[in-house]
């Protein structure tokens, strides 16, 4: 079973609203959580990091104020996507990993966001 | 600078047949990790295989296996026997492990089984 689970698996919103996506770690306890964005045929890239209990470190181009991480608890992060535009859509995913080398990295499911 | 390099952005191949899909990757660390996932249309990512910096063995699970030549810098994933249902996304991905724990993706390959 699912050791990452990702919540909406799909969602659409109005263009100026904001919409929360939640990745739960299931079997473990994650202190940092990964967030990342695919463009349609494009590849993953990494958004953020999500730290428990401190501030996420976003990547270069990122918005911050636009893409709100918060990782309250050592099961939980969520991403918000604020004020959200047509070019906000896009497939969001998170990862979990339990140790720093190994095979050890563990995806939820994604997200589709679409904004109309 | 683009760590990780897929050059074959589409590839097709008949059933039962064996496909290698390319990968070349880029670090100055000395342990790191090499990763295969296939995405499906769904966008799930689903593991294939792992091959660490240190191991000294190719990496094999079940019809795949990593073609690791790390002077050469390159993990070929092999798929043999290929099915219909192999037909998706299929990245690269590398976990340098000092510094952060993230992956990093290769741009993707389009496998297309033909029967």
């Known amino acids: 079973g699912a050791v990452v689970s990702q919540h909406p698996s799909r969602v659409i919103c109005k263009s100026g609203t904001s919409v929360k996506i939640e990745c739960r770690s299931l079997?473990?306890?994650?202190?940092?959580m990964f967030w990342y964005r695919q463009f349609p045929k494009q590849s993953l890239m990494l958004m953020a990091t999500?730290?428990?209990?401190?501030?996420?470190?976003?990547e270069q181009g990122v918005e911050k104020d636009k893409f709100l991480i918060n990782h309250a608890s050592l099961t939980l992060s969520t991403l918000t996507v604020t004020s959200a535009h047509p070019e906000d859509s896009s497939f969001y995913i998170c990862?979990?990993?339990?140790?720093?080398?190994?095979?050890?990295?563990?995806f939820g499911e994604g997200s589709w966001l679409t904004v109309v | 600078a683009q760590k990780i390099t897929q050059t074959q952005p589409g590839m097709f191949v008949q059933e039962k047949e064996a496909v290698t899909l390319d990968c070349t990757y880029d670090?100055?660390?000395?342990?790191?990790?090499l990763f295969w996932y296939k995405q499906p249309s769904s966008g799930e990512m689903i593991f294939l295989i792992y091959?660490?910096?240190?191991?000294?063995q190719n990496a094999t699970e079940g019809r795949y296996s990593l073609n690791f030549q790390k002077a050469r810098k390159s993990a070929n994933l092999v798929i043999s026997a290929s099915q219909l249902g192999d037909s998706a996304m299929y990245f690269c991905?590398?976990?340098?492990?000092?510094?952060?724990?993230?992956?990093?993706f290769g741009s993707g390959t389009r496998l297309q089984v033909q029967p």
């Open positions: 091959q660490g910096s240190y191991d000294e």
């Open positions: 079997d473990f306890q994650a202190t940092t």
């Open positions: 991905a590398m976990r340098e492990h000092t510094g952060r724990r993230a992956l990093t």
């Open positions: 670090t100055s660390d000395q342990s790191y990790g």
């Open positions: 999500s730290n428990e209990g401190s501030k996420a470190t976003y």
């Open positions: 990862s979990a990993s339990i140790a720093r080398t190994g095979n050890t990295i563990y």
